[in-house]
């Protein structure tokens, strides 16, 4: 129905406003309509707090009886940190549910449309299906495959290079293009890089109020997003900004810890036949730590193996209108490709100026 798909993008874009907050929790928003009238709404804000459906019945007062409800993500069947919202909108006494996408949780994954079906609650689901997954590309990958959604990001130059022969890199890209890296950041769960990123720049990796848009941002702040360093053989200098934080997490391979010690929590892993961190198991690692969207901001060699390996979803690359040169450094480090037919493809999904530079976002074929 026409005014199905109408309310189900509304309760989409409201869910949105919890783009930065909810997290290890999913986007979820949620519109109550009686006799074609919005009587109540709300989406979930952060984790531990009331969820979409818990805010739009007390929205909507005593108008609850009979009502439909349009939510983005199956109702939860379970009681965690807040009630079932799956009973709750039984006792509220809501005729209908439209829903967008079952909730993968393997702790709902279904029970939520049984406990509202068992009821006599009439169920719609699978509308704007498309839409709500790509709310929750990170809760939807790592209840599905065991793994975080993982972005790469990446800026260059017009010919392709990301820093000068002798490693200076700030700033390729304009002030626009870096204030659009922090929504980036600010969503995800967690920001990865490499040891020489630290070495050569000793970047924060932090999110910064000021540069954000929206509502809610000092709660979106001050959520804890730890930043991973892979150091196979912990090479970090002691004064890096990294190491300061508690949050932070150094990742090295087993052994490399022997003698040393940081303010910062250690991780180690076995190492792969190379030595270095296997990015298979930190990915896997980083999903039971409950990390959804994942944001690489790493150097040519950290990020020519994520592609080379098949762990990227998703390329944000910012692209200046600037040459740095032949002996400049590329912007993938990748075995060497002697055919065409074993180029890596991509399909461009999104193309767009952000101030004088260009944002590419791109997702493997």
Same mark, same amino acid.
């Given at each position: 129905m026409a005014d199905d798909a109408h309310f189900m993008a509304r309760a989409i874009r409201l869910a949105e406003k919890g783009l930065y907050t909810t997290d290890p929790n999913p986007r979820v928003g949620c519109i109550l309509v009686k006799n074609d009238r919005v009587v109540g709404e709300g989406f979930h804000l952060t984790s531990g707090e009331g969820h979409a459906e818990a805010i739009a019945i007390a929205d909507a007062g005593g108008e609850v009886q009979g009502a439909t409800?349009?939510?983005?993500? &199956?109702?939860?069947?379970?009681?965690?940190?807040?009630?079932?919202?799956?009973?709750?909108?039984?006792?509220?006494?809501?005729?209908?549910?439209?829903?967008?996408?079952?909730?993968?949780?393997?702790?709902?994954?279904?029970?939520?449309?049984?406990i509202l079906q068992d009821a006599?609650? &009439?169920?719609?689901?699978?509308?704007?299906?498309?839409?709500?997954?790509?709310?929750?590309?990170?809760?939807?990958?790592?209840?599905?495959?065991?793994?975080?959604?993982?972005?790469?990001?990446?800026?260059?130059?017009l010919d392709g290079k990301t820093a000068l022969a002798n490693g200076a890199s700030q700033w390729i890209t304009g002030s626009e293009a870096r204030r659009d890296v922090q929504k980036l950041r600010a969503r995800s769960s967690a920001i990865v890089t490499g040891v020489q990123t630290i070495i050569d720049d000793d970047p924060s990796l932090t999110v910064r109020a000021k540069e954000l848009d929206g509502e809610n941002i000092e709660l979106a702040v001050s959520r804890k997003r730890?930043?991973?360093?892979?150091?196979?053989?912990?090479?970090?200098?002691?004064?890096?900004?990294?190491?300061?934080?508690?949050?932070?997490?150094?990742?090295?391979?087993?052994?490399?810890?022997?003698?040393?010690?940081?303010?910062?929590?250690?991780?180690?892993?076995?190492g792969d036949d190379t030595g270095r961190v296997p990015l298979s198991r930190f990915l896997k690692q980083l999903a039971s730590e409950d990390c959804n969207e994942v944001l690489f901001e790493c150097g040519p060699t950290l990020a020519g193996s994520l592609v080379e390996q098949g762990h990227c979803d998703e390329v944000v690359i910012y692209m200046a209108p600037k040459i740095m040169g032949s002996g400049a450094r590329s912007l993938l480090k990748v075995p060497e490709i002697d055919t065409m037919g074993d180029l890596f493809n991509v399909n461009i999904t999104d193309f767009r100026f952000i101030g004088d530079d260009i944002r590419i976002t791109a997702v493997p074929n």
């Open positions: 409800a349009y939510v983005t993500m &199956e109702p939860c069947s379970f009681h965690g940190r807040t009630p079932s919202c799956a009973k709750a909108l039984v006792t509220a006494g809501v005729k209908r549910v439209v829903a967008a996408m079952m909730d993968p949780h393997d702790r709902n994954a279904g029970k939520g449309y049984r006599g609650v &009439e169920l719609t689901s699978t509308l704007l299906e498309s839409s709500a997954r790509k709310l929750n590309p990170g809760h939807v990958k790592r209840y599905e495959a065991g793994l975080p959604y993982v972005r790469l990001k990446l800026a260059m130059s730890p930043v991973y360093v892979l150091d196979s053989k912990l090479r970090v200098p002691a004064n890096a900004k990294i190491v300061d934080s508690p949050d932070n997490v150094l990742v090295s391979i087993a052994g490399a810890a022997a003698g040393k010690s940081f303010n910062c929590r250690l991780l180690e892993l076995e």
